[in-house]
């Protein structure tokens, strides 16, 4: 089975401007020379984090007409989080997009409620994970981070739920110890590559982010990090035969709790 090629984009933010924000990332994309298989955007990128219902898109609006223009364009999966209106109710939404214009969608479930996002957003209830060039990704969105459960993986009858859980953030900097431990607990505990794409930058609530995106494998180990408060493209290869060996070689998964989560 094939490696995967990523690349995140940490990038800075224009409040509540999705048509700078598309301007801007087509700059970032026209540079991506690696031919990638997944390029990954972070939380809530054409607005910053606003919860602000007046830039709430449709499943038809701009952005998802620019996402599929761009993972047709660039010929891979590209990945991000919307502020999303539907049926009166706003959801944000982390969109799949891929190469043929088709996409998945994960609502992000736990609804960060220190930022009052609790008070417009409404939570998903269902898991997301999609299936890429034989890869198996779990779609998380930054809060979801605090929460074991929600992202536990399951091994049955050889296999194994998900291969890389995927989080998407506007994490700030105040709290950045918070990610970079349980991170590192998340692929450890699971058995699976961990991706962080994360924004940086000060947002209109006057907090500062400083991004610390990164990809980190199964043993724990930290294979490729973008640099702390600045604009970055970071590449990164998720390896297979890595993951399949320590699998193999250390099946803790036979050990592992079975339960479900219920609302």
């Known amino acids: 089975m094939q490696d995967l090629k990523i690349v995140i984009i940490q990038s800075d933010l224009i409040w509540e401007n999705a048509y700078q924000n598309l301007k ?3 700059q970032k994309l026209d540079i991506v020379s690696t031919n990638p298989d997944l390029i990954i955007l ?5 607005t910053g984090f606003t919860m602000n219902k007046e830039f709430a898109e449709t499943m038809n609006g701009k ?4 996402l599929k223009s761009q993972a047709i364009k660039n010929n891979c999966v590209i990945a991000g989080s919307v502020l999303m209106v539907e049926n009166e109710k706003y959801f944000n939404r982390f969109i799949w997009m891929n190469p043929d214009g088709t996409y998945e969608q994960y609502d992000k479930r736990h609804l960060f409620r220190m ?3 609790h008070q417009t957003i409404t939570g998903g209830t269902n898991k ?4 890429h060039r ?12 605090r929460f074991p459960v929600w992202s536990k993986n399951n091994y049955m009858n050889g296999k194994y739920d998900f291969d890389a859980l995927l989080y998407i953030a506007n994490w700030p900097e105040v709290r950045n110890q918070a990610y970079k431990s349980l991170l590192v607990a998340r692929a450890i505990e699971n058995q699976s590559y961990v991706i962080w794409a994360n924004r940086v930058g000060c947002d209109n609530n006057k907090i500062n982010h400083t991004g610390d995106s990164m990809v980190i494998d199964p043993f724990g180990k ?3 990090r973008a640099s702390a408060g600045k604009v970055e493209i970071l590449h990164a290869v998720l390896v297979r035969k890595s993951l399949d060996d320590f699998r193999e070689n250390f099946k803790v998964g036979l050990d592992w709790d079975n339960y479900t989560v219920h609302d």
Do not use: R
């Open 24 to 26: 801007n990332f087509d």
């Open 42 to 46: 972070p939380e809530m990128f054409s």
């Open 63 to 66: 952005t998802i007409n620019w």
């Open 115 to 117: 930022g009052k996002e």
């Open 128 to 131: 997301k994970i999609v299936e």
């Open 134 to 145: 034989n890869w198996k990704i779990n779609l998380q969105v930054c809060y979801d981070l």
């Open 222 to 224: 930290i294979i490729a």
